[in-house]
Structures are given as C-alpha cells and as structure tokens.
C-alpha cells in the first residue's frame, strides 16, 4: 500500500519534469496488481490512466493491457468494475495496443461466465474497443448473445456495446438488424428499453443496402409505435442516417415538414425541429421552397417559445447556405417567376426593389422571452451578414446595394429596438415591419450584440460608401442606447466599437456621440466598474486616435474610471485585470498607478515580484512624448532611463518564476524591449555625433556595426514569435510591429550613408512597405506606431526627402518617442502546447550502447502532443522530426527530417542512421532529436521537444572481436 502512494506521488503532473522513469513506474504499478489485498490492487488500476496521460507510448500501453486483462479474467466483480473504469478513461489510447487478439482472447473468457453480473461487465468493456475490434465475429457473437439474455443490467450492457459496434462495422449492423427490429416489435419489452434500440438505428448508413433496411423499418415502426419518446428517436435516427450518408435527404426533410405540421405535440415538434436544423447545416441544397415556407410559418402557428425558437435556429442556418436565396424576395432571385413564387414564399416586395429581411424574425427581436429575442437578434444578423456576401448579388439579377442597405439597416434596427427602449422606439425611428412594435419592458438579450459587432465588422471590409452610412447609424444607435437609457450595454457597444476601429471607420463616427458616450461611461453609476474602465479605454483610443481628445485628457478619464472600480463593488482582481487591460492597449501611466497600489495588497512572494516587474515594464513603456532621447548627459534621455527599468523588470521576472519553464516569453520580450531602446540610444547618440563631426557624415565602419545589431534584433523577434506556438493573433502582431520598428530604423540609417562609395554594409530584412502596413489589421491601439512606420519606410523607398542626419534624427526620435502596447500573451499563464517524445533504442541510466562502425541503426521516434484546454489560435497541420548525428569524424553533423501527420495526438517514425566508417578506436557519438510544429499553414515553429544519448562506435578490428 505504502509502495501505490508512493506511484501516486510520483505520477502528479508537477513530478513528472524531475526525470521519472516510466519504466519503473509501469513496473511498481504491475507489481502491485498482483498484492494480495484487493484494496491495493484496485488503487493500481486507478493509476493506470494516469501513467498512460503521461507516458501514452505503444509499449507502455500494450503491456498494461496485457496485465490488466489478466486480473481481469482472474478477479471478482468489483475489480473488474474498477477495470472498466479505467478502460473507459484510457479510450484515447486504445488504438496503441499491439497485441489487441491477445486482450480480447482474455477478456472474451470472461463472457462464458455463469454471473450475468460478469457478463454484463464483460460487455461494457468490449465495448470500449469498438473502434479497433469492429470486425472480431467473436465479439459480434458475445454481444448478440446479451440482447437474447434475460437479465436486465446484461441487456443493458449488450444494447450499449451494439450501439458502439454498429457505428463502426457494417457487418455487425447487419447481423443485428432482425434481432433489433424484433426487439421493435415485441410486447414485452419495455418502452424505455425500445428507445434504447430504436436509438442505435441513427449508425445504419454504411452502405445502401443497410440504409434502404433500416430507413424501411423506421417508417413502419414510426406508424406501429405511436408513442412521442419513440417517434422522436426514430426521428433523430433516420435524420442522422441522411446526413452520414446524403441519401434520401429531401425525402427526410419531407417526413419531418409532415410530422412538424400535422403533430400537435410539441415534444414531437421540436424533435422535428432538430432534424431540420441539422439537415440545414449538412445539406442546404435540398431544401425547398416549401419546407422553407413551412419553417417560417411556425412562429404563427404554435405558442412554444422553444419550438419557435428552434424554428428560427433553422433559418439562421439556412442565412449561412446557399439556401439563403430561398428567404429573399422572390423579385430578387433569378428565374424566381412571378407572383405565385412570391406567393409561395410570402415574400413579395414593392415594384422598387427595396425589401424586407425576413419580418416574422424581426418581430420575435421584441418578444418578451429572453432566450427567444436572443436567438432572433442572431438569425438577422447572420442573415444580413450573408446578404453582404458577393454571391448572393449574382444569383439575384436585381440585387442593388440601395435595397441591401435598407433590408440590413431594417434588421440591425430591430436588434437595437429589443433592448427596450420604448423612448426611443417612440421617437422617430421608421417602422421596421407590418405589427411591430417595441415591447415597453422587453428583456434585454446581450450576446447578441456580440453578432452586431461581427456585422459592423463585415460591412466596414466590403468598403462600400452606402453600406458604411447604414454602418455609422448601427454605431450611433448602439451609443444613444448606451447614453439615454441603459449603461449596462456598454460591453456590447466596446466590442462594436472596436470593429469599427480594426477596419479603420473610427473617423466616420461623430464625435459628440463619442464624447457623450464617453461622458456617460465616466459618471454611470450603474455601470460595471470593469465594463467602465473597458468603454472608457476604448473611447479615449478613438477619441485620441480622430483628434478630437488629447492623450493627456484620456489618460485623466482612464484614470478617474479605475478609480471607481472598487468603490462599485468590484475586486483587487477586477483592478489587476483593468491595469492589464490598459497595458494591453497602450495606456501605460494609469496602469502603472493601479500596479503600484497593489503591490502592497499581496503577500506572496512571486505575486510581490511579479506585480513589481509588470509596474515596471509600464513605468518604461509610459513616459512617450517624453522619450525623445535629447536630455541626460549621455545623450539618451528617457531612453536609457527606459531601458534600466527593463533591466530591473527582467531581474524581478526571474525572481518571480516558479521553475526554469515559466515566464520564458516574459523575460525574453522584456530583453528584447531593452535591447531595442538601448540601440536606438546608440543610434541617436551616433547621428548627434556624426552632426558635430567635421565631415557631418556617419561612418561607415560604425553604421555597419549598428545595422548588424539592428538585423540581429530583428531577427530575434521573429525568433521569439516562432518559439510559441500558442501566441495569440493580437500579439503576434505586437512584435511584428517592434520588429518593423527596429528595421525601419535600420533603413533610416543606412539611407543616410548608402551613397558614399565603400564596402557593401550588412544587409536588412526588407522594409515594411511603401505606405502600407505589414503587420496587418491591428487594434486601434497600435494604429499610431503602424502608421509611423508605415509612413518612414515610404519615404525612404520613395526618396521623396534628402536623406540627411536630420532626417534619420527625426525618424528615429518618433519611433522611439511613440508608444507602443504589451502583447497580451505577456499575461498568459497557462500550459503551452507540448511535445512529449520517446526514442528506441535508448541507453538506460549507466548503461552505453556500442555500435559497430560502418553498419546501419533504426531509430524509432515516437510522440504525443499535449494541447491546452483552451482553445488555441492555430491548429497543428504536422511535426517536423529532426535527427542528427554529431562525431569527431564528421564534424559537420548529418541531419536527417521527416515530416509526421498527428493522428489523435499522437505520431510515429522510423530514421535508418548510416554510422560513419572507422577502422580503429572507439569515438562517441551524439544522436540528437528534435520535434518542432507545423501549422496547417505550412509555418514551422521552434522545436518543442529534444532528446540526446550517446553512442560508443566501435571499428572493424573491435566489432570482429565483439
């Protein structure tokens, strides 16, 4: 027992990096399986999924297995439930066993057993292995015997283990289709037992012969059975049989219309509803306009909110098809024909083109259940988002931008008259459909809002002049809800205002509602104190962005808006969590201020260091304007005074990490933002110089030098942009930025001095463009650096300006003095996406492999890739596996690389290794492996695994003795 706690102990996640052996472990654990206390054994067999999560390797797992079934096949019924634990939780990585007949042959003993208890058990772990022993007849054989049996829990366990198998084998799904169908049918079996079966009917889409079976016996058991729990299974059935296999949809959809039509019960209906959602989702081409014509009457025919919501759930998923031409007005659509195509869909539209989006949505925006506005708002918006789309204007010959504008400005209207606003409904804004009308105290869905600001977004990229006044009206009613009526939308309206800015229409807006707004989220008393210093970040950065504010005064709004948050009721988090939002966008001085408050709210240690480090990584990044470089003796100003508080972030950084993997990415930016201001110190302080100088010339051995340094840095950005895999889009962007920044300056100077005829100076990544921006879309923060840059490089490959001192001074000083926003993965803690390699042949600890000289080693290289729960930005396309072989014979090492597909995360490969030829002696030999990302893009990542072991290699004359 002592020896299991001690495995315990030792298997924690934490123990894991200090060098265990897993070869130990999975003997201890093996060990222990064979004690005589069953207490002991079973506390082994809970182990197992944890030694396999942090070993999942095929040698590791096929030995466990083999043992596990042989307890299995020996132990009582308690034991075996704690086995099929454990083979339930190590589903992921059944497909590694080697010698699956040998497992199987173990635990299909069992299934002889007299205990039906045992039976049962048996059962529910074959289960398990559906997916690798589909095809097993014995298997097939065991499970047709538990639907004949006449226990209870072994039908149960037998029903379970023949839905699993009919999803993976054809085979299986025929042999048991008639004992399936009689078990339909039989008056003796329960109800609830009939749901069971009727539900492994939806894995019957393997071949045609099957489908056309069992989508024949569903349709006579659907008339046979009338019961609701049996209609919507067979339902849902049938509906997952026609999506698998796309056979038979439109006459699914058909089925489903009826019964959605003539069935009064709303459980039925909305069993229904679901298979016509998905059947919207799989295969919108075989919709009609009849079942479209169906789906929208449901609103008008039923008082069930959750049916009517699901209703509009079905047309959201149609907007986003090819489908989406069945809800426009019949005019628009090519060969729509004439009034009885519109009269079928109900949509006919005045003789001007101009036309409704979808009215009966548009009057469930103001509906008083909650959940049902919600889901309208989203359905409009989906739907005017694909109206934008440029297809949509080809298959409708009359489609015009005016009529499109009208119909998206008519449903963003409804979506901002659902937050209630009687007021304001009341006061001018047009009718948006026959009967609608604002409710006066209609709930106020939220998350929509978030689908507004998509739609923002979308309109702004297509660029066109009509469509971005509907854009700007969308904007200011979203303000005016905010200012007149109800703050607590101000969430909503940052995430909208912010698409504005990543599409650059911040200057569109008006400015007096930005300042009302701003106004309003300053002195709301009902406002969240978080949401306040959110609304009003966002704000100043427009404001300041357009002109119409100065730093100086946003700083002051920022300022007086954290101050309110824990006076509101809000936390010591809620004020790190502005503070670091605030970093985020490039407001450094207010966070500086709450970072230096809450430094003495702490008590630990590392959270101590950590909130000093980050305090001074803002007091650096703040001063701005004042950064000029031209005050101090040393000739660097604010920029060396900058790059000391790096220095001293980078020491309280170190302190504050818990082991040598964290804080990696904090240190290294922080460097590398040190290094920067540091070179651009120097740069200023050479061009001053070379000013005074009697040639007034830079020279050319020291502009060299500090273009080297430049490119260096630059490359070291783009190094520690492809040393994380998780980094997130935003930030990505932020060091592409810095390194645009840092080449820019390079260029600058190098222009300077380029036409004095000498040795060619070191070469520089390729400028940022000419005027236009290489990082991309960036938040608005960053918008003021990227336009610098941007606007610095133009005018170095334009030549438009004499390129003297005096311009480089001016260049670099602006760069320098401008300020720039911390990555938001500076902040981010959690766990990176991992590799996890294993190498065979591998020496175990004191003990030295000798190969003989001139012969040939297979290496096999084995992996698993440990992903985040979190949802990460990129997806893994493959890994790149490297071996090299490193020997005082051949100095220059032999790599040899492979690329790997990840196959349910894990991967698998083998390196035939040419060992150098050596007639004498013995030399060691290095063999080094590394593992690195590609993603689906094709961009390799920094290695993320490595491994190294020596190698004796032995000549002719000592592998002949040997």
């Known amino acids: 027992r002592n020896v299991v706690r001690v495995m315990a102990g030792l298997l924690r996640p934490s123990r894991f990096h200090r060098g265990a052996n897993q070869f130990a472990l999975q003997a201890e654990l093996e060990r222990a399986l064979r004690s005589p206390s069953i207490g002991v054994r079973c506390q082994a067999v809970a182990l197992f999924p944890r030694l396999f999560e942090l070993f999942p390797f095929p040698m590791v797992i096929n030995s466990s297995f083999l043992k596990l079934m042989d307890l299995f096949r020996e132990s009582d019924n308690y034991v075996r439930v704690r086995i099929l634990k454990a083979t339930e939780a190590s589903t992921a990585h059944l497909d590694k066993i080697g010698n699956l007949d040998e497992v199987l042959r173990r635990l299909l003993s069992v299934a002889h057993s007299n205990d039906p208890l045992a039976r049962a058990i048996t059962l529910r772990t074959l289960a398990c292995f559906a997916t690798d022993a589909a095809e097993r007849k014995d298997a097939h054989h065991a499970i047709l015997n538990g639907l004949r049996a006449l226990d209870d829990t072994e039908a149960a366990a037998a029903l379970h283990a023949a839905d699993r198998y009919c999803e993976s084998s054809a085979a299986f799904a025929d042999e048991a289709s008639d004992t399936l169908v009689q078990m339909m049918r039989d008056l003796e079996v329960p109800m609830r037992v009939k749901v069971s079966v009727a539900r492994t009917f939806r894995h019957a889409h393997h071949n045609l012969a099957l489908i056309d079976r069992y989508q024949a016996a569903s349709r006579r058991l659907l008339t046979d059975i009338p019961s609701a729990g049996i209609v919507r299974t067979l339902l849902a059935a049938t509906t997952n049989v026609a999506v698998q296999s796309l056979v038979g949809v439109s006459e699914q959809i058909e089925l489903l219309v009826r019964y959605l039509r003539t069935d009064l019960r709303v459980a039925v209906k909305r069993g229904a509803l679901s298979g016509l959602l998905r059947l919207a989702r799989a295969a919108p081409h075989a919709w009609s306009a009849e079942a479209v014509a169906a789906i929208r009457a449901v609103p008008g025919a039923t008082q069930s909110t959750s049916a009517v919501a699901q209703a509009l759930r079905v047309l959201g998923a149609l907007a986003h098809s090819p489908a989406c031409t069945l809800l426009l007005p019949a005019e628009l659509v090519r060969g729509g024909g004439g009034s009885s195509a519109g009269e079928e869909r109900g949509l006919d539209g005045p003789a001007d083109g101009s036309f409704q989006l979808l009215p009966e949505v548009q009057a469930c925006c103001c509906s008083e259940d909650a959940e049902l506005a919600e889901v309208a708002c989203t359905v409009l ?66 998350r929509f809002l978030r689908r507004v600001a998509e739609l923002v977004q979308h309109c702004g990229e297509r660029g066109t002049p009509e469509l971005m006044a509907h854009v700007e009206l969308l904007a200011g009613e979203l303000q005016l809800a905010v200012v007149r009526a109800d703050p607590t939308f101000a969430g909503e309206l940052v995430e909208c205002l912010q698409a504005c800015a990543q599409v650059g229409r911040y200057t569109a807006l008006k400015q007096e509602q930005l300042t009302a707004t701003l106004a309003a989220a300053d002195g709301g008393v009902n406002l969240d104190p978080r949401v306040r210093v959110e609304l009003t970040a966002t704000l100043a950065v427009l404001l300041n962005q357009s002109g119409s504010l100065e730093r100086a005064e946003a700083e002051a709004a920022i300022a007086r808006a954290v101050s309110t948050v824990v006076p509101a009721g809000g936390s010591l988090w809620d004020l790190y969590s502005a503070a670091r939002r605030l970093m985020c966008t490039g407001w450094h001085q207010p966070a500086a201020a709450v970072l230096a408050q809450l430094e003495g709210e702490v008590v630990s240690d590392h959270y101590v260091w950590w909130l000093k480090a980050v305090r001074l990584v803002a007091e650096a990044e703040g001063p701005g304007a004042d950064r000029e470089g031209d005050g101090g003796p040393d000739g660097h100003g604010q920029l060396a005074a900058s790059a000391r508080s790096f220095s001293k972030a980078v020491g309280c950084l170190k302190a504050a990490r818990h082991n040598d993997a964290s804080c990696r990415f904090q240190i290294a930016y922080v460097q590398l933002r040190a290094e920067t201001l540091e070179l651009l110190g120097s740069l200023l302080t050479t061009v001053k110089d070379a000013a005074c100088s009697d040639t007034g010339r830079v020279d050319r051995h020291t502009a060299g030098t500090l273009a080297a340094e430049l490119a260096g840095l630059a490359a070291e950005y783009d190094k520690l942009r492809r040393a994380h895999f998780d980094i997130d889009v935003h930030s990505d962007a932020v060091l592409k930025l810095d390194r645009d920044v840092v080449i820019t300056a390079g260029h600058a100077l190098l222009s300077a001095v380029a036409r004095a005829p000498a040795t060619s100076l070191p070469p520089l990544l390729d400028l940022p463009g000419d005027g236009r921006p290489s990082v991309g879309r960036v938040v608005a923060d960053s918008a003021p650096l990227q336009r610098l840059t941007s606007e610095i490089a133009g005018r170095i490959l334009r030549r438009d300006t004499q390129q003297t001192l005096d311009f480089v001074q001016q260049a670099v000083s602006r760069l320098a003095s401008t300020t720039a926003a911390v990555p938001p993965f500076f902040f981010s803690h959690a766990a990176p996406t991992a590799v996890q390699i294993a190498v065979s042949p591998y020496p175990k600890p004191g003990q030295v492999l000798t190969i003989v000289s001139d012969s040939e080693l297979v290496l096999r290289v084995e992996g698993f890739v440990r992903r985040p729960q979190r949802q990460t930005p990129r997806s893994i396309g493959f890994i790149e596996v490297a071996v090299s072989l490193n020997s005082v014979a051949h100095p220059k090492p032999e790599v040899l690389s492979r690329r790997v597909a990840v196959v349910k995360k894990f991967f698998s490969t083998s390196f035939l290794l040419a060992m150098p030829n050596l007639d004498n002696g013995e030399i060691p030999v290095e063999i080094a492996i590394n593992a690195a990302f590609c993603d689906t893009e094709g961009n390799e990542w920094a290695a993320s695994a490595s491994e190294r072991f020596e190698v004796t290699l032995a000549g002719r004359q000592q592998g002949k003795r040997r």
């Not at 499109?404 to 209630?420: D, K």
């Not at 606003?421 to 939220?446: K, N």
């Open 381 to 446: 918006c989906h739907a005017a988002t694909e109206v934008l789309s440029g297809w949509v204007a080809e298959a409708c010959p009359n489609f015009t931008v005016a009529a499109v504008g009208q119909a998206v400005t008519g449903a963003c209207n409804a979506v901002v008259l659902s937050i209630g606003r009687s007021q304001a409904a009341a006061g001018g804004t047009p009718p948006l459909a026959p009967g609608v009308v604002a409710a006066p105290h209609a709930p106020r869905p939220r």
